[in-house]
């Protein structure tokens, strides 16, 4: 993929590097962890095929549990830019033949399931959508492009103000056919979220990871407790968000448990969700 930089493995939080040897932040009320490094491509992982023999076995309805969804925020310094929560209205999930009925085009679209990595698609009208699968952008049907998932409609969980869906629309559709080397995108929600804001923070190299980190990914955890990881762009940390998406709550609190044990960086938050 062009641009893109030796594969390596996921880090578990215990591999996590950070900006003290023990773990532990110098600034008291600062996050208790920074993390800056290198993910592989996640759509790469995903133990799917949009095009492959298999595609009607793929459309049963494979298992979601809401209630294993990560809660998090995304900030920029002080700035929320990206929310998630659970109660939210927006956190519906619908059959992809339901969702069908409630989209237009310009519109994000978010498929879930157990275990897999989320898959973000532009809806482009006509049961149309575009997407970034398997190092290239397709242009497949919803009903296909899900593959059984259910979905539901993802515009507000970014806070950038978007463009016109005609203009969302027509960032979707000039790139299809794009793949390998071509692409400036690591995973689908870099790609829909790029065609519908435009940012460049969402492409492979768009900012300089130089310096202070200016993003913060704040995890909701039970009981109004929060963890917090910084990053130095926001393409490294909507992989780590979406790592969490794709092993869930339960496992992404064990293994933080795990880790934080001994430190104590979790703490409580009066204002968390």
Known sequence: ???QVDKLS????????TTDPNGLD??????RIGVSYIFSNDDDELEDNVDGPDLDQNQEEKHYDKRNEVECAIYNRDECIYEKSVIAKDMETYSPENLLNKCKAGDLLEFVATSQYPQWVVYVGD???VHLHRAEVKNSFLTDASQGRRGRIVNDFYKFKPL????????????VGAKDRELSWRNSECFAAWCKFGKREFKMGGEIRIGKQPYRLKIILPEKQTHVLEFQCLEDLIMEKRRNDQIGKVAMIQELANHLSNVGSIRSDPNAH
């Not at 996921?10 to 590097?17: D, I, M, Q, T």
């Not at 016109?164 to 790139?175: D, L, T």
């Open 1 to 3: 993929m062009g641009n």
């Open 10 to 17: 996921h880090l578990s939080y215990a591999e996590v590097p």
């Open 26 to 31: 110098t600034e008291e009320d600062g996050p």
């Open 164 to 175: 016109s869906p005609e203009m969302v629309v027509q960032n979707a559709m000039e790139q």
């Open 127 to 129: 049961f149309q959508v």
